[in-house]
């Protein structure tokens, strides 16, 4: 009898490692996956499965579809079809510095 339980509580316990060594992250990124397409929008760098490299020009949330602009070319895709996000990459602005504009102001002086 002993065996017996002992050989029961074998096998609860592997299910249990079993758990949570495979199918507990296998959910958390899942979770996150989802999570990660439901925040993207317009001007997001995104990668595709088929590694094709775009930002995002249009998100239909209705038909669950996603336009990349790929270099002037526009393709639409499945929201699944992403497989990686990356935010849009903020460009400073570019001001011209003081001694720029005291050239520019001395140029037109002379002329």
């Known amino acids: 009898m ?3 339980v002992y050989s029961i509580l074998m096998i609860v316990v592997l299910f249990a490692l079993m758990y949570f060594l495979m199918i507990r992250p296998q959910k958390k990124q899942e ?5 990660q397409l439901s ?4 001007g997001d760098q995104v990668v595709t499965i088929g590694r094709l490299h775009g930002v995002v020009d249009e998100v239909n949330e209705s038909e669950k579809t996603v336009t990349l602009d790929c270099d002037g070319i526009y393709l639409v895709f499945d929201l699944n079809a992403v497989a990686q ?8 602005e570019v001001k011209p510095d003081e001694s720029e504009t005291k050239d520019d102001s001395k140029e037109n002086e002379d002329k």
């Open 2 to 4: 002993s065996s017996s």
């Open 85 to 92: 996000v990356s935010e849009r990459k903020v460009t400073p």
């Open 31 to 35: 979770q996150k996956r989802k999570e």
């Open 39 to 42: 925040k993207i929008k317009k």
